[in-house]
């Protein structure tokens, strides 16, 4: 299925908005049936374009949030005060409305449930998105392969999926998370408020030995600063891979 | 502006040209002679089109412009372009 996925050239296709979930204050999860659709590799994106009356047309880049489905995939979209599209996609768009995406695309940040080897995933902000996708497809797929998810998020209210991710961090489940607030901190926890450090990356059994394949994704300066820590603890660069997004072209 | 994404933003416009995934090719940097996946790439979005950078040296790798029916690539700065054929 994955490699059906990313056979043939990208065209542009028409979904239909099933469900929208809010998430938090400004990010939403847009459910969407798409025809033909064959699934996905946990980790890969889609292109969505809008096109005004007048024509004028305008796409931007929004990572898969869901586990490789048929027919079906979720999309969580966080809304940009000064956006173009995410707030047409947060404030507008309604279940039954087309839209009108091509996808999957990106093979390299993507995580195969094949692959046995523990998974280190950094994410800053929304940008854990795609690594929730990778966390659901292990899910789904039955892998026993360890994850462990570093979350640095602004303040609990700005955190995505929380119900879940507690849930899916639960002792026995394989999955460990562990949340990095760099504003504020959730009330009576017993958490320090800063950066990501190199004490939270370094957890134990998580070291460069154990070579875990490791996913970064959220903003520049937070990939940049994830990928470099790493790097100076002693993971292969070679096995990190990261996803920026930026004021532009990326996921906006 | 010196801001850079990856790799990954070129999928979407290689793959409207390319019938196999860009990111994960291994190109072959003209310049320094480093392989590396496109994924791996230092990808400017603030010129006309996508342009590429090696992470290793820096130069030029790859650009690629569009514009209605119609797509522009540079590939001058790859001396070689590995791609993964699906489904062997």
Same mark, same amino acid.
């Given at each position: 299925?994955?490699?059906?996925?990313? !056979?043939?050239?990208?065209?542009?296709?028409?979904?239909?908005?099933?469900?929208?979930?809010?998430?938090?204050?400004?990010?939403?999860?847009? @459910?969407?049936?798409?025809?033909?659709?064959?699934?996905?590799?946990?980790?890969?994106? &889609?292109? +969505? $374009?809008?096109?005004?009356?007048?024509?004028?047309?305008?796409?931007?880049?929004?990572? =898969?949030?869901?586990?490789? *489905?048929?027919?079906?995939?979720?999309?969580?979209?966080? $809304?940009?005060?000064?956006?173009?599209?995410?707030?047409?996609?947060?404030?507008? %768009?309604?279940?039954?409305?087309?839209?009108?995406? $091509?996808?999957?695309?990106?093979?390299?940040?993507?995580?195969?449930?094949?692959?046995?080897?523990?998974?280190?995933?950094?994410?800053?902000?929304?940008?854990?998105?795609?690594?929730?996708?990778?966390? #659901?497809?292990? *899910?789904?797929?039955?892998?026993?392969?360890?994850? #462990?998810?570093?979350?640095?998020? $602004?303040?609990?209210?700005?955190?995505?999926?929380?119900?879940? !991710?507690?849930?899916?961090?639960?002792?026995?489940?394989?999955?460990? +998370?562990?949340? @990095?607030?760099?504003?504020?901190?959730?009330?009576?926890?017993? &958490?320090? +408020?800063?950066?990501?450090?190199? +004490?939270?990356?370094? *957890?134990?059994?998580?070291? /460069?030995?154990?070579? /875990?394949?490791?996913? =970064?994704?959220? /903003?520049?300066?937070? &990939?940049?600063?994830?990928?470099? !820590? %790493? &790097?100076?603890?002693?993971?292969?660069?070679?096995?990190?891979?990261?996803?920026?997004?930026?004021?532009?072209?990326?996921?906006? | 502006?010196?801001?850079?994404?990856?790799?990954?933003?070129?999928?979407?416009?290689?793959?409207?040209?390319?019938?196999?995934?860009?990111?994960?090719?291994?190109?072959?940097?003209?310049?320094?002679?480093?392989?590396?996946?496109?994924?791996?790439?230092?990808?400017?979005?603030?010129?006309?089109?996508?342009?590429?950078?090696?992470?290793?040296?820096?130069?030029?790798?790859?650009?690629?412009?569009?514009?209605?029916?119609?797509?522009?690539?540079?590939?001058?700065?790859?001396?070689?372009?590995?791609?993964?054929?699906?489904?062997?």
């Amino acid at each position: 299925m994955a490699r059906a996925a990313v !056979l043939g050239r990208l065209t542009w296709q028409v979904g239909t908005v099933a469900v929208v979930r809010e998430e938090t204050a400004t990010a939403r999860t847009i @459910v969407l049936d798409v025809p033909g659709w064959s699934g996905h590799t946990a980790g890969q994106h &889609v292109d +969505v $374009r809008l096109t005004a009356q007048d024509g004028y047309s305008t796409q931007r880049s929004y990572s =898969i949030a869901s586990a490789p *489905a048929p027919g079906r995939l979720e999309l969580t979209v966080q $809304r940009l005060e000064d956006g173009e599209v995410s707030p047409y996609l947060t404030d507008v %768009l309604k279940p039954g409305f087309p839209l009108e995406l $091509r996808g999957p695309i990106g093979g390299w940040f993507a995580w195969d449930p094949a692959a046995a080897g523990p998974v280190l995933l950094v994410a800053g902000g929304s940008g854990v998105v795609p690594l929730m996708s990778m966390i #659901r497809a292990r *899910a789904a797929a039955g892998s026993h392969a360890p994850f #462990r998810l570093v979350y640095s998020v $602004r303040s609990p209210d700005t955190a995505l999926y929380p119900a879940e !991710l507690a849930q899916r961090g639960h002792a026995g489940e394989g999955v460990e +998370v562990s949340w @990095v607030y760099t504003r504020s901190a959730p009330a009576g926890a017993r &958490v320090r +408020v800063g950066r990501l450090n190199p +004490v939270v990356l370094a *957890a134990p059994g998580w070291t /460069p030995e154990a070579a /875990p394949a490791v996913f =970064i994704c959220g /903003p520049t300066g937070f &990939v940049e600063a994830a990928a470099s !820590l %790493l &790097v100076r603890a002693g993971h292969d660069p070679g096995v990190i891979k990261t996803e920026r997004f930026g004021p532009s072209g990326g996921q906006a | 502006m010196n801001t850079h994404l990856d790799g990954n933003v070129l999928a979407g416009a290689l793959g409207e040209v390319f019938a196999v995934d860009i990111t994960t090719a291994v190109a072959q940097c003209a310049s320094c002679g480093t392989s590396q996946a496109m994924g791996q790439a230092l990808v400017y979005t603030d010129a006309p089109g996508l342009v590429a950078r090696c992470r290793t040296c820096g130069e030029v790798v790859l650009r690629v412009t569009r514009s209605p029916g119609r797509t522009w690539l540079d590939m001058r700065g790859v001396r070689c372009l590995e791609l993964h054929v699906p489904g062997e």
